[in-house]
């Protein structure tokens, strides 16, 4: 299983980006998705995770900014990230399960690179 993670960038206090996150897995439907961000010196932070049935679940940081979905037709998940603050300046990164999701790095079995977003005041 291969992830690539992509669409970060450098935007602005209140601006919105769309990340994705390409799985190649025969069936995408059943795994599980998190979401992770790392900024220097920390170790990685759940962002937001979405269930192979679509249930949804995200840090306290970023709920009600942010929303994940997912499009089982083309093995993609997306976090939507809205209201962007200059503290979620992060590389992110996204991972897959087929265990019970969760909000810890060791719930999750596979990983894709990152993509870094920067968020200027």
């Known amino acids: 299983v291969q992830l690539q993670a992509s669409g970060g960038g450098l935007v602005q206090t209140g601006d919105s980006l769309r990340l994705s996150c390409a799985v190649s897995?025969?069936?995408?439907?059943?795994?599980?998705l998190g979401w992770f961000r790392r900024t220097l010196g920390k170790e990685r932070e759940f962002v937001s995770a979405?269930?192979?049935?679509?249930?949804?679940s995200y840090a306290d940081s970023v709920k009600g900014r942010f929303a994940v979905s997912r499009d089982n037709a083309k093995n993609t998940v997306y976090p939507q990230m809205n209201g962007l603050k200059p503290e979620d300046t992060a590389v992110y990164y996204c991972?897959?399960?087929?265990?019970?999701?969760?909000?810890?790095?060791?719930?999750?079995?596979?990983w894709g690179q990152g993509t870094l977003v920067t968020v200027s005041s």
């Open positions: 897995a025969r069936t995408f439907s059943i795994w599980s």
């Open positions: 979405i269930t192979e049935s679509g249930w949804t």
């Open positions: 991972a897959a399960t087929l265990r019970i999701w969760g909000t810890t790095p060791n719930t999750y079995d596979y």
